[in-house]
């Protein structure tokens, strides 16, 4: 296979940007994407230019580091898949592919098409956890979690943190990767004592970095995980709730 | 490199004394103490942000201690420990079939091949039970059953189920688990992060490790940071091999880097291979993928007896297919250990009967099962990695046999640690996968899940006092001193130094030839001629490297071929103590397998009166003869016995 | 391999996040400040209580167009009817209030309503700009975004100029030469009859459809009502509403133009 590939060069955070083309032949179809990637910066080395810089590490489908938006979409035209895990035989011989950073005022570009997602672990700190000091745990099957809301609570917590939510939302939002931190948390029991608390103080944070939902659907969309915007709705309702909610009754039924 | 020399004392584990069941509370009462307000007086460096790591600077942090983290990734949460499927073992025994927490200590030591220090395995198996209410708490959603409780699942061949899973993606969920702990640790100030920062040198200061070296991949900067403990949880070398299913940026450079500076390796030739990894696909293929082991369970393994035949696979006839594993292991067939299992495959491969475009893999056929079950069963049981497997190959199957082959995935070997996970360098710990653990020469499934949270919860920051206790009052070495001026400037140095060789090609290809010749030489099976010749090659592939690596850009930037450059340098000196360690024991045992050691069956043939220790090497200099310090190993409660699968 | 210089487009974005990498990696500098004051105000301050206003809002305002739909339909049944039900809609509550003053609560309530609908869509336009200051530079391709979704402000403007000219038109009457107070039947025959005034209606009515149709929808997950059981249903309610509204709303110039109604 042979494709044409438009990628965005960016010397550092404060730099210009501009996309540069560059063909790459000897594809095999059975190359991931970002196989292509190595091809190409091998390539690009041979010629004396600077490889391009990406972020990626696991490469399959887990760690969430890789993030490239490919021809407009995040992640690429695969669903449920990330980067890494996209292949070659998803494209056409001969095909035209442009790639850019994932964009948002709070993921500034490293260089190409790396970016600082730094913005998601300050939503995380701010409430995206159990308060459980070492070894103060109970014994684990002393509270019994009903096997649905088990599962639903993983389904949240199978969010892999690469923003693609943010980079594929047209406002910008991290609703979705919120969501599915505040959800995980906020459905199982043990994160109850803390659930408004939770979801007030993670929601104040994302909106210091992110824009708000309009309810695309986007985000849902790209994400890997295939996590539901159910999530988000679950948020909305626990944030209200959280502004009337007197906390000192939260223990009563 | 070939010579090495013996130290005439033996190393010691200070393995406390007393019945083994007692050892650890008896230890913990023994300790020395921080009395809770000086705790903050204290201050200690994790690198590495895995399980280990990510859990020992949260419960440093929970305990008062000041902690600076440290990792190369853009986030915490992105260790390599996030891609662990299977699950985590725990001695619940929620099931009532025998388990206790005697039988996962017996266990872990039985399947270690009896190459680990009883005493820190009894304590693995007695601190596992806490680990899996540790993470309940903290909303790791665990399988459950339709009660509500815990479900449990067996693994790896294991006569219990003791395994604790959540989906298949049961590290990232335990990783959450720590990572959240860990921000909330951050959140409260307790824990300085730093990522996108890799450790290059480790500081030590007559004898003492006083701090580490490390250089800001955004920016190039290289800084100090100094402290009363220095923690590597820096995760295993299996990137020596360029194909592993590690993640890319997996690298010894923390460990090897502490090891130029004094502490001792050990045991590096234990390396772990998986049997059903995807076979490489192209010369570009950059890493590979493990798929569960329960594929097993269902799935025959076979190839074509005509090592010719290039028909399609439904289109051989049963009369025309070995399945080589059912013929060779009647009583165990397609579910003999992942170590018998990968070299029967390699062995087919070898002769040339391998499947696939490239020869390199074997069948693994579902289609007896879907007869058997029917699909909708194989749906239920495996249809994500079914999908997996369709979305990296193109093919399905439902339809086509899937091709698999070993590939190595987990390090046995590491840092050698005292039962505190002390290395020999006073103030210098290494947690979970980077020390040379519990797991003696292999490594039972879902074990390294328990073993990097139960240091980094657990054992570390109980031990850790009797080191920081007696320095009450005494600052961290000021980052001015000469050590750190001097460790900086040998790090710019070194990193000037691979701008400036201007050769011809990438670090990958240097990282690929290694990796080419390791696998070959240090792989599967090894023997005298095989690791001789590659301590002959490494050395000259190094010398190659530093004449004619290309990494271009600059040093005050974010330059990943320049990282890469460092990594595989690193891993371009380790190898070579791989495969000496390798050649050095004249024995077979778990993921170490000489043959010219082996039974008549074909099975690892270990000698206990000459090889049971632990070998840890000291270093000399590149190139120069290491000094071997072992460790004897000592069974007081499990009774040493040679494995049969036939 | 060919160089070509595309765009020089920067990420301005985050200027000062750029600086804080050239320097260090620490935290991220937050576009905006976190929100302060009393709960009414800290919760109209952040997004999510931005849109739980405009989902409210958007509930009372569904809840007017389907009134005001349904008094429109009597134009079917002749002057009498739909001239007497205007007068009702004045007498309201008569004698226990003076004439029009119920009338004009509600018109009070619907006031505010529009306010802070428009209010908070602006603001919440303001804030989803400064979350990407800088766009795809090689463009973007939506799988998920309907037309509708992506359309909302769109819509929403040619509404806001519809209505202030609809008010013109019927309530004031400074639009409309033939205006006649207290005769709506009339008003309506005599601005329909004109096919460009007949047009504006029909055109912001289905501008209206479509911003029912993904704002009667999107209104749920913003109020976070949503459940499994009847998810399914949500989109059948805002098709089925955003319909419903159209058709009968743009059948009135339509039955007008054709003669039906005269």
Known sequence: ?253 | MTNYSIAPEPLDGKVPPGPIEHKWDDHKFASTLVNPANKRRFEVIVVGTGLAGASAAATLGELGYRVKAFCFQDSPRRAHSIAAQGGINAAKNYRNDGDSIYRLFYDTVKGGDYRAREANVYRLAQVSVDIIDQCTAQGVPFAREYGGLLDNRSFGGAQVSRTFYARGQTGQQLLLGSYQALERQINLGTVEMFPRTEMLELVVKDGVAVGIVVRNLVTGAVTSHSAHAVVLATGGYSNAFYLSTNAKGCNVTAAWRAHRKGAYFANPCYTQIHPTCIPASDDFQSKLTLMSESLRNDGRIWVPKDPSDTRSPDQIPEADRDYFLERRYPAFGNLVPRDVASRAAKREVDEGRGVGPLKNGVYLDFAEAIGRLGRHVLEERYDNLFEMYERITGEDPYKVPMRIYPAVHYTMGGLWVDYDLMTNVPGLYALGEANFSDHGANRLGASALMQGLADGYFVLPATISNYLAPQLGRSPVPTSDPVFQAAEAEVSERTKRFLAIRGTKSPDHFHRELGKIVWDNCGMARSQDSLTKALGEIPALRDEFYRDVKVLGGDMDFNQSLERAGRVADFLEFSELMCLDALHREESCGGHFRVEHQTEDGEALRDDDDFAYAGAWEFTGVGGAPVLHKEPLVFENVKLAQRSYK | MTIQEVSTASQKAGADDADRLVKDTGAPVPVKKRSGGPWPVHFWRSAVGKKWVMAVTGIMLLGFVLVHMIGNLKIYLGPGEINDYGEWLRRILVPALPRTVFLWILRGGLIAAFFFHIAAAYQLTRMNHAARPVKYQGGRNYVAADFASRTMRWTGIIIGLFLIYHLADFTWGTLNPDFVRGDPYGNMVHSFDKWYIAAIYIVANLALGLHIFHGAWAMFNSLGLNNPAYNRARRYFAIGFAALITIGNVSIPIAVLTGAVS
């Open chain 1, 1 to 253: 296979m042979h494709v044409n590939l438009r990628v965005w060069r960016q010397a550092g955070p404060k730099a210009e940007g501009h996309f540069e083309d560059y063909a790459v032949d000897e594809v095999s179809p059975d190359m991931s994407f970002l196989e292509l990637f190595d091809v190409l910066n091998e390539q690009l080395l041979a010629d004396g230019v600077e490889p391009v810089a990406f972020d990626h590490d696991c490469r399959e489908g887990i760690c969430g580091s890789c993030s490239m938006m490919i021809n407009g979409q995040a992640h690429g035209p695969e669903r449920g898949t990330a980067t890494c895990q996209l292949h070659m035989r998803k494209f056409e011989d001969g095909a035209h592919i442009t790639v850019e950073p994932w964009r948002a005022r709070s993921f500034p570009i490293v260089k190409d098409l790396a970016v600082d997602r730094g913005a998601l672990d300050r939503i995380v700190e701010a409430g995206g956890y159990i308060t459980v000091r070492t070894g103060s745990a109970p014994e684990a099957n002393l509270t019994p979690i009903p096997k649905e809301v088990a599962d639903w609570a993983m389904d949240a917590a199978a969010c892999i943190g690469c923003g693609a939510c943010v980079a594929a939302c047209p406002n910008g939002a991290a609703q979705l990767f919120t969501a599915a931190k505040v959800s995980h948390l906020n459905l199982l029991p043990q994160g109850q004592s803390e659930r408004y608390e939770r979801v007030a103080n993670m929601v104040d944070t994302m909106e210091e970095y992110f824009g708000s939902c309009t309810l695309h659907r986007e985000c849902e969309a790209a994400c890997p995980k295939e996590i539901s915007i159910d999530f988000i709705a679950m948020m909305n309702r626990d944030y209200v709730k959280a502004q009337f909610k007197n906390r000192r009754l939260i223990a009563q039924k």
